[in-house]
């Protein structure tokens, strides 16, 4: 992107999905950060039921500068308005526009949304509709992860009408208690649980299947959590690994984004054989799932025991400031405002390449 060109950049964020307040976070601090001499600034909500709209306090904050937005997260509210025209060019506007989906979860990280935006043909900010399906559904990840022959956590996959089979899928999977259950397609830890016998089994799947039809039954990981940013479209690259250390029992929800107590470790202490080895699975992982722009790749270090074990691949990671996605990329050298420049560059880039492909016969 060249300095003189300017381009409108709409932040889409909130979304129908239990992680609606992580998206709302996300995308203050990401108007905060662009640079208004680059960038035309909108920001679209869409609210828990759906609607979608141009959220007006937002945009006349902006109009006073970056330092106007206050509160620190952004709200949802605003003028009504119809999903396509709110990401289309305005008419008679000659500059390009770029839309950075900050939507984590179903209806917005899941490919709804980037399907929506291939079809009407405009750029946006990361993986398209198959990488984003693929990764926000944790089993067929895991199937696809497999297939490539990427080590990860054993696992059993139940849909919502199975949850009386739990108990007796995990005794004939093999797994070892302490088991995590999850959503299938969620993220930011909502819906899971660290179980720690068969008696809690019940419980638990119950909760995961309050959000989604399907639920993962994951063994634990008796080591660090490790995590690793990835940048890039054709060619990615990796940022340094960081760690996670839990002020829970496990990284959770309040862990990530209401009290912030984990410990953030960057770069992570590790040997460089496995620093560098966690980094080529993170973008081994990036090109099997077929993700484009970024991703941050979740990994277990069992350092007396199985090594490195991927646990899933995010495609829209959380950019607050406490979120590890922006703060590896500062710790490799790439700054807040200059990431979301890089985001938006692959973004063209990907679609400027995609639309070469013919569409006759």
């Known amino acids: 992107m060249a300095p003189s060109e300017r381009i409108r950049l ?8 239990a992680e609606h307040e992580v998206s709302c976070t996300s995308a203050y601090h990401v108007l905060r950060a662009v640079d208004p001499e680059r960038y035309l600034l909108d920001a679209v909500g869409i609210t828990r ?30 003028t009504a308005i119809e999903p396509l025209p709110a990401v289309l060019p305005a008419p008679g506007e000659d500059i390009p526009v770029v839309i950075l989906p900050l939507l984590h979860g179903p209806h917005g990280e899941d490919g709804t949304v980037q399907g929506m935006l291939e ?24 199937d696809v992860l497999a297939a490539h022959g990427l080590p990860q956590v054993p696992c059993v ?11 007796g899928r995990v005794a004939d999977a ?51 959590e490790i995590e690793v940013a990835v940048l890039g479209n ?3 690259r990796a940022s340094v690994p960081g760690e996670v250390v839990p002020a829970h029992d496990f990284y959770d929800y309040e862990d990530k984004y209401v009290d912030g107590a984990a410990e953030l470790r960057i770069p992570a202490e590790l040997p460089d054989d496995v620093a560098t080895g966690v980094r080529a699975l993170a973008c081994t992982a990036f090109t099997a799932l077929r993700c484009d722009g970024m991703a941050r790749v979740d990994f277990f270090y069992e350092e007396h025991g199985r090594g490195l074990l991927l646990n899933e691949v995010n495609t829209i990671p ?26 938006v560059r692959l973004a063209l880039e990907r679609h400027d390449r995609r639309a070469r492909f013919s569409t006759k016969r």
């Open 318 to 343: 959380g950019f607050t400031p406490i979120s590890m996605y922006p703060k590896l990329w500062e710790a490799s050298g790439l700054p807040y405002g200059d990431l979301i420049d890089e985001l």
């Open 234 to 236: 054709v060619s990615p």
């Open 119 to 142: 079809l009407a043909g405009i750029p946006f900010v990361g993986s398209g509709t198959l990488a984003s399906a693929l990764c926000m559904d944790k089993l067929k990840a895991k």
């Open 174 to 224: 093999g797994l070892r208690f302490p088991v995590f259950v999850k959503p299938a397609n969620l993220g930011s830890s909502v819906g899971v649980s660290r179980v720690l016998d068969s008696r809690s089994l019940a419980d638990a799947v119950a909760l995961a299947a309050s959000y989604d039809e399907w639920i993962v039954i994951e063994e634990g990981a008796d080591g660090r």
């Open 157 to 167: 996959g139940l849909r919502a009408t199975e949850l009386a089979d739990a108990t």
């Open 49 to 78: 039921e759906g609607e979608w709209v141009r959220a007006d306090d937002a945009i006349a904050a902006l109009e006073h500068g970056r330092a106007a937005l206050e509160g620190g997260s952004l709200v949802a509210t605003g």
């Open 10 to 17: 709409v932040v889409l964020f909130g979304g129908q999905s």
